[in-house]
């Protein structure tokens, strides 16, 4: 180890150091100038104003002397530091190098084997379905409405213009007393003075009663289905005729059930309209009107007569 010695210069350093600080206490030139001592251009101003003044008397202020040159210091130099020791850190040994392990070559794996899958039989041919072919369905017959001649045209009439009518002439009615109440008098039943009492008359051909149902009524229209259905027949029959009126005559409130087309449900064919309203033309026969208008208004007999409810369980 070595021991750092001080240097022999240290009392001068000190010595310095306490010239350094008294001179830090002199007042610098820029001082001096400026505010604690004047120059001499001050003094020679003050000295002027002082003889124009009344007779005060002037004071000489001495001129201060120059200051000394401060003594040059002689900075004695510092001895060299002595070098730093050098620290030898011995070598590390070298790492030992690392092992090496030799992993042993693993045996390869046995094939797979192959399996040999045996080959399907064909699937069976689906059997061949021959769906018979419909019959064309038939074509509709053709109605053909002849056409109707023009109407000729109406009559033009010129009503000739009446003349004005006179103007009535005033009457002035006179006035009529009132008349004087009748005296009341007890009419007894059966006397000459009791009004007749009129007695309703019976209608002379009673309303045919309203059918519960009514298809077993337009089972008469039977004979009539060859005309309804089928253009190609021209007339009907005489049957048919009958029918019609027995079915006016006993229940022509279930005519409803063919003007609404009902009763195409329960015929072979659809009935044609055009054909079922000059019906009663043909026939010569009649319907009342006031019994076809409750086939919009109502109440008309079901077709077919609802299913009763049936019994119950016995206990």
Do not use: W
Not at 156 to 175: A, D, S
């Amino acid at each position: 180890m070595h021991k750092i010695k001080m240097a022999p210069s240290s009392k001068s350093i000190l010595v310095v150091f306490a010239l350094f600080a008294a001179a830090s206490l002199q007042p610098s030139a820029a001082v001096r100038d400026a505010q604690v001592f004047r120059s001499a251009a001050v003094n020679q101003k003050a000295q002027e104003k002082a003889t124009t003044g009344p007779g005060l008397p002037q004071f000489p202020i001495p001129q201060l002397p120059p200051l000394p040159q401060l003594p040059p210091l002689l900075i004695p130099q510092l001895p060299p530091l002595p070098p730093l020791p050098q620290f030898m850190i011995p070598q590390l040994p070298p790492l030992p190098q690392l092992p090496q392990f030799i992993i042993p070559q693993l045996p390869p794996l046995p094939q797979l084997p192959q399996f040999q899958i045996p080959q399907l039989p064909p699937l069976p041919s689906l059997p061949q379905f021959q769906i018979p072919q419909l019959p064309p369905l038939p074509s509709l017959p053709q109605f053909v409405i002849p056409q109707l001649p023009p109407l000729p045209p109406l009559p033009q009439f010129q009503i000739p213009q009446l003349p004005p009518l006179p103007q009535l002439p005033q009457f002035q009615v006179p006035q009529i007393p009132t008349l004087p109440p009748l005296p009341s008098t007890p009419v007894s039943p059966g006397s000459p003075g009791t009004p007749p009492q009129q007695v309703p008359s019976s209608p002379s051909t009673p309303a045919a009663p309203q059918p519960k149902e009514c298809l077993s009524s337009l089972m008469q229209l039977m004979p009539c289905m060859e005309y309804l259905t089928q253009t190609s027949v021209a007339t009907p029959p005489s049957t048919c005729c009958s029918g019609f009126k027995s079915l006016v005559d006993k229940a022509p409130i279930c005519l409803c059930h063919g003007v609404n087309g009902n009763i195409n449900k329960f015929t072979p064919a659809p009935i044609d309209f055009a054909r079922m309203m000059p019906l009663p033309t043909t026939c010569g026969v009649t319907p009342p009107l006031q019994t076809l208008a409750q086939c919009s208004t109502g109440p008309v007999p079901p077709l077919i007569p609802a299913a009763a409810p049936s019994p119950g369980p016995s206990a």
